[in-house]
């Protein structure tokens, strides 16, 4: 079953060992994200267009970098793409899944930057998406 965190619950589970994973575009990601953060986006724009559509690598990647057992904090804007990430990630065998209602910015709940957590416009070597994707091509 998927669980349901606060931005400062989903904090202190990251501070435990949990990887939050944020599941906004590469852009959005790039602009400010939690501390810590792995970016695997759910949706990216279409180059064309600039329509955001499904990123057909998600889960892909998603099982190439992590474990199904992985603690895993799922984080996007305001809630509702990880909501619908956390179902998808369900669905394909991940069991220790934890939606941060919040999001980054929050919405219906307190989002992680204006709560005052952790954030950072830098990734470290592996947080990017490029990374992720990469090691994915790998195996």
Same mark, same amino acid.
């Given at each position: ?8 619950d989903a904090?202190?589970? *990251?501070q435990? =060992? ?5 599941v ?14 792995? &970016? ?12 955001m @559509?499904? &990123? $057909?690598?998600?889960v892909r990647v998603?099982?190439? /970098?992590?474990? $199904?057992d992985?603690? #895993? #904090?799922?984080?996007?804007q ?10 998808? #990630?369900?669905?394909f =065998?991940?069991? /220790?899944?934890? /939606?941060?209602?919040? =999001?980054?910015?929050g919405? *219906?709940? $307190?989002?992680?930057q204006?709560?005052? @957590? ?7 070597p ?6 992720? @994707?990469?090691?994915?091509? #790998?195996?």
């Open positions: 079953p998927i669980t349901h965190a606060s931005v400062t904090h202190a589970a *990251q435990q =060992g949990s990887m939050y994973v944020d906004r575009s590469t852009e959005e990601f790039a602009r400010g994200h939690a501390a810590g953060a792995v &970016n695997v986006p759910l949706l990216e724009p279409d180059e064309d267009t600039g329509v @559509l499904p &990123n $057909p690598d998600f998603m099982k190439a /970098n992590f474990p $199904p992985a603690p #895993l #904090l799922i984080g996007c305001s809630g509702g793409r990880s909501a619908r990430a956390s179902r998808m #990630l369900e669905a =065998g991940y069991t /220790n899944i934890t /939606n941060i209602t919040g =999001g980054f910015e919405g *219906q709940d $307190p989002g992680w204006p709560s005052g @957590l952790p954030t950072t416009t830098s990734a470290a592996g947080e990017t998406y490029a990374a992720l @994707l990469a090691a994915a091509d #790998l195996q």
